[in-house]
């Protein structure tokens, strides 16, 4: 197993934490991970685009004229195809976009996006904390403390906390979520992660194989 400082909000190290080798050490499969973002992105789409046939637009099926006779080229009803104002063929339709992602896959792919962020020490471990009030300026300078302000951050944490997801909402390039909602794309679009030393335990017990 890896060891990794644990640091304080102030950015001192306070001692130091094993990143389970299950998790973070393994062989990082691109294929699993490119497979699982691929289908959270799809199941994303609401697949609710429509539009109306000639069946269906809001025009008389009477021909337009008479065949012959008149000189012009010969149409059938106002709601044909090949006219402004008429129904659309092969148009989209409702439908759903879901893809189901095998369970060993999606443990695959979190577990090789977690292994790619500690092949590229892009990791921080940060002691267990919590706020009595809401305070996004000390959570801007915890960023600031552990070298992250300018880089896309995922703060992980073992529960959800209202002041702590108050004091991060509005501060650039950091997100938080408790570690029970978060997916590989999460994990993948960050720079780097912050992890609680709760949240680094709960992620061993979801994803650690013993």
């Given at each position: 197993m890896?060891?990794?400082?644990?640091?304080?909000?102030?950015?001192?190290?306070?001692?130091?934490?094993?990143?389970?080798?299950?998790?973070?050490?393994i062989?990082?499969?691109?294929?699993?991970?490119y497979?699982?973002?691929?289908?959270?992105?799809?199941?994303?789409r609401?697949?609710?685009a429509?539009t109306?046939?000639?069946?269906?637009?809001?025009?008389?099926?009477?021909?337009?004229?008479r065949?012959k006779?008149?000189?012009?080229a010969r149409?059938?009803?106002?709601g044909s195809?090949?006219?402004v104002?008429?129904?659309?063929a092969?148009g989209?339709?409702?439908h759903?976009?879901?893809?189901?992602?095998?369970?060993?896959?999606?443990g695959l792919?979190?577990?090789?996006?977690?292994?790619?962020?500690?092949?590229?020490e892009?990791?921080?471990?940060?002691?267990?904390f919590?706020?009595?009030v809401?305070?996004?300026?000390?959570?801007?300078?915890?960023?600031?403390?552990?070298?992250?302000?300018d880089?896309?951050?995922l703060?992980?944490?073992?529960?959800?906390?209202?002041?702590?997801?108050k004091?991060?909402?509005?501060?650039?390039?950091?997100?938080?979520?408790p570690?029970?909602?978060?997916?590989?794309?999460?994990?993948?679009?960050?720079?780097a992660l912050?992890?609680?030393?709760?949240?680094?335990?709960?992620i061993?017990?979801?994803?650690g194989?013993?």
């Open positions: 890896a060891s990794i400082g644990v640091q304080s909000l102030d950015g001192n190290e306070v001692g130091s934490v094993d990143l389970p080798e299950s998790v973070f050490g062989e990082p499969s691109p294929e699993a991970i497979y699982v973002v691929k289908a959270y992105l799809t199941n994303q609401q697949g609710n429509s109306k046939t000639r069946a269906e637009v809001d025009l008389t099926k009477k021909k337009m004229y065949q006779g008149t000189g012009r149409k059938g009803t106002a195809p090949i006219l104002g008429g129904g659309i092969h989209p339709r409702p759903s976009f879901q893809e189901r992602v095998p369970k060993k896959v999606k792919a979190i577990r090789s996006a977690f292994s790619q962020k500690a092949k590229d892009a990791v921080r471990v940060l002691e267990n919590d706020l009595d809401p305070k996004t300026k000390r959570m801007a300078q915890v960023k600031q403390n552990l070298n992250v302000q880089q896309k951050t703060l992980l944490t073992a529960e959800s906390s209202e002041n702590v997801i004091s991060c909402r509005n501060i650039p390039r950091l997100s938080i979520l570690v029970t909602q978060v997916s590989t794309y999460d994990v993948v679009q960050a720079d912050i992890l609680t030393q709760g949240a680094l335990e709960r061993q017990s979801l994803w194989v013993s």
